[in-house]
T-cell receptor, first 111, second 113 residues
Framework: SQQGEEDPQALSIQEGENATMNCSYK?????LQWYRQNSGRGLVHLIL?????REKHSGRLRVTLDTSKKSSSLLITASRAADTASYFC???????????FGKGTMLLVSP | DAGVIQSPRHEVTEMGQEVTLRCKPI?????LFWYRQTMMRGLELLIY????????DSGMPEDRFSAKMPNASFSTLKIQPSEPRDSAVYFC???????????FGNGTRLTVT
């Protein structure tokens, strides 16, 4: 069953604009991770935020986590055409055993 | 570091045939995962190994699917007999410990006709 659900399913923006993707989940988590997938490739880990953290930054990425609302957001600032990809959130449950992925947001950044 | 290596990259087979997908995890990683990705269902966890032992195989669709990890550097996912509904991209991923993120291979695209 899907734990995380991303919103929107697809997002189309111009280069230089910011892109925001949201993720909602259902059960308690230990951490939430964001991954990126380019067409025809495997997923690549972007950033991990622990359940006791509220915000985290990595380069042009900013992730927030609201455990009371069971939601997270990924912000990509000053987007580039190379950011075009699908973005997935994944949650790690108690015990850190497995990761459950959402269905992803397809981001298209036009030059 | 060569990353997680999967083979073959593409597999086309006829219904009823046996299919074997292979994975070499990153050296030193003690956990290995098999996921299946389709447009309809997204990424589904099939099975998870820790130190070569299957821990959770609740995602394996049915008895036609089996997975093995005979040693720390090799795993296989076998489908016998294959069916058209098994068509998907199959990913292998590994991680060094339970708190670390996953490292994915580039997947095997399986088409069953």
């Amino acid at each position: 069953s899907q734990q995380g659900e991303e919103d929107p399913q697809a997002l189309s923006i111009q280069e230089g604009e910011n892109a925001t993707m949201n993720c909602s989940y259902k059960t308690s988590i230990n951490n939430l991770q964001w991954y990126r997938q380019n067409s025809g490739r495997g997923l690549v880990h972007l950033i991990l935020i622990r359940s006791n953290e509220r915000e985290k930054h990595s380069g042009r990425l900013r992730v927030t986590l609201d455990t009371s609302k069971k939601s997270s957001s990924l912000l990509i600032t000053a987007s580039r055409a190379a950011d075009t990809a699908s973005y997935f959130c994944a949650t790690s449950n108690s015990g850190y055993s497995t990761l459950t992925f959402g269905k992803g947001t397809m981001l298209l950044v036009s030059p | 570091d060569a990353g997680v290596i999967q083979s073959p990259r593409h597999e086309v087979t006829e219904m009823g045939q046996e299919v074997t997908l292979r994975c070499k995890p990153i050296s030193g990683h003690n956990s290995l995962f098999w996921y299946r990705q389709t447009m309809m269902r997204g990424l589904e966890l099939l099975i998870y190994f820790n130190n070569n032992v299957p821990i959770d195989d609740s995602g394996m669709p049915e008895d036609r699917f089996s997975a093995k990890m005979p040693n720390a550097s090799f795993s296989t996912l076998k489908i016998q007999p294959s069916e058209p509904r098994d068509s998907a991209v199959y990913f292998c991923a590994s991680r060094p410990d339970r708190r670390s993120p996953l490292h994915f291979g580039n997947g095997t695209r399986l088409t069953v006709t």
